[in-house]
């Protein structure tokens, strides 16, 4: 971490996000005008902000074991509105409804 917070990126794109200490990563991606990522509840309800961590060290808050089990919290599945980088870290954004997400269309590299 550096004194802005912990470097995340987004597996397929070279774009740096930054997260706060205690932020939730998808409120960091919302902060830094990432408009277009799959947001519903926000509270971890819906599943719709699945991501899977592929390396880094976070935790995770309260989550609905529906979208996300325990199995797949051990092999470090999570919810975006849900998950609180402890490290810089990279994640997978999780097909949504049998479609798979194409980062460029979430505006992931948007350069603004
Ligand atoms: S926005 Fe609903 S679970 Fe994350």
């Given at each position: ?18 997260c706060?200490?205690?932020e ?13 990522i799959?947001?519903?509840?926000r509270?971890?309800?819906?599943g ?8 880094g ?28 980088p ?7 954004l ?19």
């Amino acid at each position: 971490m550096n004194n802005k917070g912990f470097q995340v990126r987004v597996e397929g794109s070279d774009k740096v996000i930054t997260c706060r200490e205690n932020e939730p990563l998808l409120i960091a991606m919302e902060r830094q005008g990432y408009a277009r990522i799959p947001v519903g509840c926000r509270k971890g309800g819906c599943g719709v902000c699945k991501i899977r961590v592929t390396t880094g060290e976070f935790e995770v808050g309260k989550m609905s074991v529906k979208h996300v089990s325990e199995k797949e919290r051990n092999e470090n599945f999570s919810l975006a509105c849900k998950t609180f980088p402890k490290s810089d870290l990279k994640f997978s954004l999780i097909k949504l409804k049998g479609k798979a997400i194409n980062i460029g269309a979430l505006g992931i590299d948007r350069k603004n």
